[in-house]
Protein backbone atom coordinates (compact mmCIF):
# COMPACT_ATOMS: atom_id res chain seq x y z
CA UNK A 1 0.00 0.00 0.00
CA UNK A 2 1.07 3.64 -0.88
CA UNK A 3 2.20 6.35 2.12
CA UNK A 4 1.86 9.33 1.89
CA UNK A 5 5.17 11.55 0.97
CA UNK A 6 4.41 14.32 3.01
CA UNK A 7 7.67 16.21 2.38
CA UNK A 8 6.52 16.90 -1.49
CA UNK A 9 2.90 17.64 -0.01
CA UNK A 10 4.93 20.47 0.81
CA UNK A 11 7.31 20.74 -1.72
CA UNK A 12 10.36 20.28 0.35
CA UNK A 13 13.47 17.96 1.08
CA UNK A 14 13.28 15.08 3.75
CA UNK A 15 16.14 17.28 5.71
CA UNK A 16 13.68 20.39 6.08
CA UNK A 17 13.88 21.62 9.66
CA UNK A 18 10.66 23.04 11.95
CA UNK A 19 10.90 26.84 10.71
CA UNK A 20 11.66 25.23 6.82
CA UNK A 21 8.56 23.38 7.40
CA UNK A 22 5.69 25.87 9.28
CA UNK A 23 7.03 28.87 6.32
CA UNK A 24 6.03 25.66 3.53
CA UNK A 25 2.79 25.19 4.96
CA UNK A 26 2.01 28.80 5.61
CA UNK A 27 2.42 29.67 1.41
CA UNK A 28 0.86 26.57 0.49
CA UNK A 29 -1.99 27.19 2.69
CA UNK A 30 -2.73 30.22 1.52
CA UNK A 31 -2.76 29.69 -1.47
CA UNK A 32 -4.91 26.55 -1.77
CA UNK A 33 -7.06 27.98 1.23
CA UNK A 34 -10.85 27.17 0.29
CA UNK A 35 -11.68 31.00 0.57
CA UNK A 36 -9.33 32.04 -1.74
CA UNK A 37 -11.12 29.40 -4.14
CA UNK A 38 -14.44 29.97 -3.82
CA UNK A 39 -14.54 26.28 -2.08
CA UNK A 40 -13.45 24.55 -5.29
CA UNK A 41 -13.08 20.86 -4.25
CA UNK A 42 -9.88 20.16 -5.64
CA UNK A 43 -8.24 22.92 -4.00
CA UNK A 44 -10.24 21.80 -0.75
CA UNK A 45 -8.69 18.25 -1.03
CA UNK A 46 -5.08 19.55 -1.45
CA UNK A 47 -5.73 21.99 1.03
CA UNK A 48 -6.73 19.21 3.43
CA UNK A 49 -3.57 17.26 2.37
CA UNK A 50 -1.49 20.04 3.15
CA UNK A 51 -2.61 20.32 6.32
CA UNK A 52 -2.34 16.22 7.16
CA UNK A 53 0.91 17.03 6.42
CA UNK A 54 1.81 19.53 8.60
CA UNK A 55 0.16 18.41 11.58
CA UNK A 56 2.15 15.32 11.28
CA UNK A 57 5.44 16.75 10.68
CA UNK A 58 5.28 19.44 13.24
CA UNK A 59 4.03 16.74 15.87
CA UNK A 60 7.02 14.77 17.24
CA UNK A 61 5.23 11.80 18.23
CA UNK A 62 3.74 11.91 14.89
CA UNK A 63 6.67 12.49 13.22
CA UNK A 64 8.47 9.76 14.41
CA UNK A 65 5.92 6.93 13.47
CA UNK A 66 5.26 8.67 9.74
CA UNK A 67 9.47 8.42 9.47
CA UNK A 68 10.03 4.79 10.57
CA UNK A 69 6.83 4.12 8.12
CA UNK A 70 8.57 5.89 5.18
CA UNK A 71 11.85 3.84 5.68
CA UNK A 72 10.10 0.61 6.17
CA UNK A 73 8.22 1.69 2.76
CA UNK A 74 11.76 2.14 1.02
CA UNK A 75 13.47 -0.57 2.65
CA UNK A 76 11.34 -2.80 0.95
CA UNK A 77 10.76 -1.18 -2.02
CA UNK A 78 7.61 0.56 -2.05
CA UNK A 79 6.15 3.73 -3.51
CA UNK A 80 5.43 6.86 -1.53
CA UNK A 81 2.26 9.15 -3.21
CA UNK A 82 1.62 12.44 -2.07
CA UNK A 83 -1.74 12.22 -3.98
CA UNK A 84 -4.83 14.22 -2.35
CA UNK A 85 -7.80 11.99 -2.63
CA UNK A 86 -9.77 13.17 -5.85
CA UNK A 87 -11.42 11.61 -9.00
CA UNK A 88 -9.10 12.22 -11.15
CA UNK A 89 -6.02 10.56 -8.77
CA UNK A 90 -8.34 7.89 -7.39
CA UNK A 91 -8.80 6.74 -11.24
CA UNK A 92 -5.19 6.84 -11.82
CA UNK A 93 -4.50 4.55 -8.90
CA UNK A 94 -7.24 2.28 -10.25
CA UNK A 95 -6.05 1.88 -13.89
CA UNK A 96 -2.81 1.36 -12.49
CA UNK A 97 -4.03 -1.43 -9.93
CA UNK A 98 -5.71 -2.89 -12.74
CA UNK A 99 -2.68 -3.01 -14.93
CA UNK A 100 -0.76 -4.94 -12.07
CA UNK A 101 -3.44 -7.52 -11.24
CA UNK A 102 -3.69 -8.38 -15.04
CA UNK A 103 -0.08 -8.94 -15.32
CA UNK A 104 -0.43 -11.64 -12.38
CA UNK A 105 -0.61 -15.16 -12.34
CA UNK A 106 -4.36 -16.31 -11.65
CA UNK A 107 -3.04 -19.79 -9.83
CA UNK A 108 -0.77 -17.72 -7.79
CA UNK A 109 -2.11 -14.61 -6.78
CA UNK A 110 -2.60 -13.17 -3.20
CA UNK A 111 -6.26 -12.40 -3.61
CA UNK A 112 -6.33 -11.17 0.04
CA UNK A 113 -3.54 -8.95 -0.48
CA UNK A 114 -5.66 -7.43 -4.13
CA UNK A 115 -9.26 -7.22 -1.33
CA UNK A 116 -6.51 -5.11 0.90
CA UNK A 117 -5.89 -2.80 -1.32
CA UNK A 118 -9.33 -2.17 -3.02
CA UNK A 119 -10.79 -2.33 -0.06
CA UNK A 120 -8.07 0.78 1.27
CA UNK A 121 -8.63 2.34 -2.36
CA UNK A 122 -12.11 2.23 -2.12
CA UNK A 123 -13.26 3.27 1.49
CA UNK A 124 -16.37 4.99 2.70
CA UNK A 125 -14.36 7.34 3.19
CA UNK A 126 -12.80 8.05 -0.16
CA UNK A 127 -16.59 7.30 -1.52
CA UNK A 128 -17.93 10.25 0.24
CA UNK A 129 -15.37 12.52 -0.58
CA UNK A 130 -15.56 11.50 -4.34
CA UNK A 131 -18.92 12.58 -4.71
CA UNK A 132 -18.31 15.72 -3.49
CA UNK A 133 -16.57 16.49 -6.70
CA UNK A 134 -19.78 16.16 -8.57
CA UNK A 135 -17.73 14.74 -11.37
CA UNK A 136 -19.98 11.64 -12.14
CA UNK A 137 -18.62 10.33 -15.15
CA UNK A 138 -14.82 10.10 -13.78
CA UNK A 139 -16.74 7.86 -10.83
CA UNK A 140 -18.22 6.08 -13.78
CA UNK A 141 -14.53 5.23 -15.10
CA UNK A 142 -13.46 4.16 -11.67
CA UNK A 143 -15.65 1.89 -11.45
CA UNK A 144 -15.72 0.08 -14.54
CA UNK A 145 -11.85 -0.08 -13.95
CA UNK A 146 -12.30 -1.60 -10.88
CA UNK A 147 -14.99 -4.35 -11.93
CA UNK A 148 -12.00 -6.18 -13.68
CA UNK A 149 -9.64 -6.98 -10.66
CA UNK A 150 -12.43 -7.42 -8.58
CA UNK A 151 -13.35 -10.49 -10.47
CA UNK A 152 -10.12 -12.10 -9.13
CA UNK A 153 -11.50 -12.33 -5.87
CA UNK A 154 -13.66 -14.56 -3.70
CA UNK A 155 -17.66 -13.49 -4.13
CA UNK A 156 -18.27 -12.68 -0.86
CA UNK A 157 -15.69 -9.93 -0.80
CA UNK A 158 -15.95 -9.30 -4.24
CA UNK A 159 -19.51 -8.18 -3.09
CA UNK A 160 -18.76 -5.94 -0.36
CA UNK A 161 -16.35 -4.09 -2.64
CA UNK A 162 -19.41 -3.86 -5.34
CA UNK A 163 -21.71 -2.31 -3.13
CA UNK A 164 -19.16 0.62 -2.49
CA UNK A 165 -19.09 0.81 -6.39
CA UNK A 166 -23.05 0.92 -6.78
CA UNK A 167 -23.02 3.61 -4.29
CA UNK A 168 -19.82 5.66 -6.16
CA UNK A 169 -21.56 5.01 -9.78
CA UNK A 170 -24.79 6.52 -8.89
CA UNK A 171 -28.19 5.74 -9.99
CA UNK A 172 -27.30 5.25 -13.54
CA UNK A 173 -28.98 2.05 -15.14
CA UNK A 174 -25.97 1.23 -17.19
CA UNK A 175 -23.50 1.08 -14.30
CA UNK A 176 -25.34 -0.97 -12.36
CA UNK A 177 -26.30 -3.41 -15.01
CA UNK A 178 -22.51 -3.69 -15.38
CA UNK A 179 -21.82 -4.56 -11.88
CA UNK A 180 -24.88 -7.17 -11.66
CA UNK A 181 -23.79 -8.73 -14.67
CA UNK A 182 -19.73 -9.17 -13.32
CA UNK A 183 -21.19 -10.60 -9.92
CA UNK A 184 -23.69 -12.74 -12.39
CA UNK A 185 -20.38 -14.55 -14.00
CA UNK A 186 -18.45 -14.91 -10.88
CA UNK A 187 -21.04 -16.45 -8.75
CA UNK A 188 -21.50 -18.78 -12.46
CA UNK A 189 -17.78 -19.23 -12.49
CA UNK A 190 -17.83 -19.90 -8.05
CA UNK A 191 -20.68 -22.73 -8.81
CA UNK A 192 -18.59 -24.02 -11.84
CA UNK A 193 -15.58 -24.38 -9.44
CA UNK A 194 -17.67 -26.11 -6.60
CA UNK A 195 -19.58 -28.67 -8.40
CA UNK A 196 -17.40 -29.28 -11.29
CA UNK A 197 -15.91 -32.25 -9.65
CA UNK A 198 -18.90 -33.73 -9.86
CA UNK A 199 -19.44 -32.97 -13.10
CA UNK A 200 -16.45 -34.70 -14.22
CA UNK A 201 -17.19 -37.47 -11.84
CA UNK A 202 -20.52 -38.52 -13.75
CA UNK A 203 -19.05 -38.07 -17.19
CA UNK A 204 -16.30 -40.67 -15.93
CA UNK A 205 -18.72 -43.03 -14.75
CA UNK A 206 -21.04 -42.45 -17.43
CA UNK A 207 -18.26 -43.24 -20.18
CA UNK A 208 -17.10 -46.26 -18.62
CA UNK A 209 -20.31 -47.96 -18.74
CA UNK A 210 -20.91 -46.76 -22.51
CA UNK A 211 -17.79 -48.62 -23.08
CA UNK A 212 -18.92 -51.68 -20.71
CA UNK A 213 -22.59 -52.14 -22.07
CA UNK A 214 -21.54 -51.78 -25.96
CA UNK A 215 -18.53 -54.67 -24.71
CA UNK A 216 -21.15 -56.44 -23.70
Known amino acids: ??????YKTLQLEPTAD???????????AHQYHPDKNNDDPYSTAFFNEIKEAYETLTNPV?????????WYHKATGNKNTQQAITPV??????????????T?????MNRDSLFQYMDSLLNDATIDKL??????????????????????LQTEKAILLTIRLSKL????????????????????????????WIVVLLIIVITCWLIW????
Do not use: C
Open 169 to 196: SGPGERSQALIDSTLQQMRKKETWERYK
Open 89 to 102: NVLKQAIEFEKYSS
Open 131 to 152: LQFNEPEINQQIVVTLLKPIQF
Open 18 to 28: LQEIKKAYRKL
Open 104 to 108: LDVFR
Open 62 to 70: KKDNYLQQR
Open 1 to 6: MHLKDY
Open 213 to 216: YSAS
